[in-house]
């Protein structure tokens, strides 16, 4: 069993990595914020492998705050590490503002002057990270992180507010501090020969770039492309994006065109890998009768019974396959077939159906021609 403090544990940072730390059935967890009795700390700081402090001021009331906050309670924990005689490893988690000379800036370097001092004396081991702006689930809004806030205000179909769209910024994901920070649980720490850490990726963004991202982001629902996945700080954006959705806002109806076969609606659209669609088929009801150049498809019965049939548009060779939902089995539909799919059930039939690109009026490649 590892025994970890975390210090700053009900903070943005502080909850992701104690939810991930909880994961771990050999860890014994001690999370410390600043309404905890010192006497958790007391008794954390002698029995812990590892601390993560996390601790920390940066948008107080008062601008002396800054001192109390960062450089003074890193002396407080740093003493009772030293009173208790252990000498755990100890990552701290400081900002690229240490850099700068303002009074968080200054406060910050303070503390990582504080923690090397303790190293080079303890011969304990010792992690700076110097993190940019931090993006992620829990993150509190109008507080310190743009990213933060215009999620929030996307997620609540609320203006955003950009005064320089060209102004860039360098962010990094929660999920990646989270990741680096637990894999110091792994490691020797024989030889630490750098203090001072950076956590990759960092992601250098404009405001006005996120700004249409999470613009696009709100649309999604109303049938607009989902992000290109492809792209990690896409997808990572778009995680926090939900993250701040109320749970009212989680649920959502899609377009259903209704007719006399039933219904159908799009599920999802991509930019790069086509669309979903979803069909409900009355029973002796038969769909499509069409054919493709160039575009593809995939079927899946979900759910009751049917015949997918195919007639090649150069030989005039027919063929078919009848498929149950129970089997979930997968049909692909290549180009130069018209093909069609009949409900060959007594209930609805419901059809899970993808296309490699996302339906274009204007050039349909779509031919009708009965199978």
Same mark, same amino acid.
């Given at each position: 069993?590892?025994?970890?403090?975390?210090?700053?544990?009900? &903070?943005?940072?502080?909850?992701?990595?104690?939810?991930?730390? !909880?994961?771990?059935?050999? *860890?014994?967890?001690?999370?410390?914020?600043?309404?905890?009795?010192?006497? *958790?700390?007391?008794?954390?700081?002698?029995?812990?492998?590892? #601390?993560?402090?996390?601790?920390?001021?940066?948008?107080?009331?008062?601008?002396?705050?800054?001192?109390?906050?960062?450089?003074?309670?890193?002396? %407080?924990?740093?003493?009772?590490?030293?009173?208790?005689?252990?000498?755990?490893?100890?990552? #701290? %988690?400081?900002?690229?503002? @240490? +850099?700068?000379?303002?009074?968080?800036? @200054?406060? !910050?370097?303070?503390?990582?002057?504080?923690?090397? @001092?303790?190293?080079?004396?303890?011969?304990?081991?010792?992690?700076?990270?110097?993190?940019?702006?931090?993006?992620?689930?829990?993150?509190?809004?109008?507080?310190?992180?743009?990213?933060? %806030?215009?999620?929030?205000? @996307?997620?609540?179909?609320?203006? +955003?507010?950009?005064? /320089?769209?060209?102004?860039?910024?360098?962010?990094?994901?929660?999920? /990646? *501090?989270?990741?680096?920070?637990?894999?110091?649980?792994?490691?020797?720490?024989?030889?630490?020969?750098? !203090?001072?850490?950076?956590?990759?990726?960092?992601?250098?963004?404009?405001?006005?770039?996120?700004?249409?991202?999470?613009?696009?982001?709100?649309?999604?629902?109303? &049938?607009?492309?989902?992000?290109?996945?492809?792209?990690?700080?896409?997808?990572?954006?778009?995680?926090?994006?939900?993250?701040?959705?109320?749970?009212?806002?989680?649920?959502?109806?899609?377009?259903?065109?209704? /007719? $006399?076969?039933?219904?159908?609606?799009?599920?999802?659209?991509?930019?790069?890998? &086509?669309?979903?669609?979803?069909?409900?088929?009355?029973?002796?009801?038969?769909?499509?009768?069409?054919?493709?150049?160039?575009?593809?498809? !995939?079927?899946?019965?979900?759910?009751?019974?049917?015949?997918?049939?195919?007639?090649?548009?150069?030989?005039?060779?027919?063929?078919?396959?009848?498929?149950?939902?129970?089997?979930?089995?997968?049909?692909?539909?290549?180009?130069?077939?018209?093909?069609?799919?009949?409900?060959?059930?007594?209930? /609805?039939?419901? %059809?899970?159906?993808?296309? $490699?690109?996302?339906?274009?009026?204007?050039?349909?490649?779509?031919?009708?021609?009965?199978?």
């Amino acid at each position: 069993m590892t025994t970890v403090l975390v210090t700053g544990a009900k &903070g943005f940072i502080g909850k992701n990595l104690c939810l991930a730390l !909880k994961r771990d059935p050999d *860890i014994s967890l001690f999370e410390y914020d600043v309404d905890s009795e010192i006497s *958790i700390l007391e008794d954390a700081v002698g029995k812990a492998v590892v #601390i993560f402090h996390l601790a920390g001021i940066n948008r107080p009331e008062k601008v002396e705050d800054f001192e109390v906050g960062n450089h003074g309670f890193t002396i %407080t924990l740093l003493d009772l590490i030293k009173k208790s005689g252990n000498k755990p490893v100890i990552a #701290i %988690t400081s900002s690229t503002q @240490a +850099l700068l000379d303002n009074p968080y800036g @200054a406060s !910050k370097r303070l503390a990582e002057n504080e923690i090397c @001092a303790f190293g080079q004396e303890s011969g304990a081991p010792v992690y700076i990270y110097r993190l940019a702006n931090v993006f992620g689930k829990w993150c509190r809004p109008f507080y310190n992180s743009v990213i933060a %806030t215009f999620c929030h205000q @996307a997620a609540h179909n609320q203006p +955003l507010r950009v005064d /320089d769209p060209t102004k860039e910024i360098d962010f990094i994901y929660i999920d /990646d *501090i989270v990741r680096e920070l637990s894999s110091l649980l792994q490691k020797d720490h024989k030889t630490v020969p750098d !203090k001072l850490y950076s956590i990759q990726p960092v992601y250098k963004k404009s405001l006005g770039d996120i700004s249409k991202l999470l613009d696009r982001f709100s649309k999604v629902k109303f &049938g607009e492309p989902l992000p290109d996945f492809s792209d990690e700080f896409q997808k990572k954006l778009y995680s926090t994006y939900l993250s701040y959705l109320e749970k009212s806002s989680l649920v959502y109806s899609a377009d259903k065109k209704s /007719d $006399n076969r039933g219904y159908l609606y799009e599920l999802l659209k991509t930019d790069t890998a &086509g669309q979903i669609f979803v069909s409900r088929t009355l029973s002796g009801i038969t769909r499509g009768n069409h054919y493709h150049d160039s575009k593809v498809e !995939k079927f899946c019965v979900v759910d009751g019974s049917a015949r997918i049939s195919f007639r090649s548009m150069i030989s005039g060779e027919i063929f078919f396959f009848d498929v149950e939902g129970t089997e979930c089995k997968v049909v692909d539909i290549p180009p130069g077939f018209t093909h069609n799919i009949k409900n060959t059930g007594t209930h /609805d039939l419901l %059809t899970l159906f993808w296309v $490699n690109e996302v339906f274009n009026a204007d050039k349909p490649d779509t031919y009708f021609s009965e199978v």
